[in-house]
């Protein structure tokens, strides 16, 4: 499975940004999807999960209610809707694929090369 991540930038605090992630192989509909990002010389940090049947979804206690994480099974895509930026969300950010949706990084097979997000204060 290759993961191509995409939609970063520049945004100023409060706007919106849509972060893509595209899957190379059809099974993309029975693999459960994540988000994560991180900052240099820290950890990576969950940020958002969706189930591979349901569709449940799951965030990060620091974006719940700003992030949406939504799949398009027919296209092989994840998004991830960012609003109401802060400064603090400034990060990598990575898509994630695996049998099942948790927190940990470590549940992750397979990962896309990240997409740098800057939001300026």
């Known amino acids: 499975v290759q993961l191509q991540a995409s939609g970063g930038g520049l945004v100023q605090a409060g706007g919106s940004l849509r972060l893509s992630c595209i899957a190379s192989?059809?099974?993309?509909?029975?693999?459960?999807m994540a988000w994560f990002r991180q900052i240099p010389g820290k950890e990576r940090e969950f940020v958002a999960a969706?189930?591979?049947?349901?569709?449940?979804?799951y965030y990060g206690p620091i974006v719940k209610g700003r992030f949406t994480i939504s799949r398009d099974n027919a296209k092989n895509t994840l998004y991830l809707q960012m609003s109401a930026l802060k400064p603090e969300d400034s990060a990598v950010y990575y898509c994630?694929?695996?049998?099942?949706?948790?927190?940990?990084?470590?549940?992750?097979?397979?990962w896309g090369q990240g997409t740098l997000v800057t939001v300026s204060s």
């Open positions: 969706q189930t591979r049947g349901d569709g449940v979804t």
């Open positions: 192989e059809r099974a993309f509909s029975v693999r459960a």
């Open positions: 994630a694929a695996g049998a099942l949706a948790r927190e940990a990084a470590s549940s992750y097979d397979y």
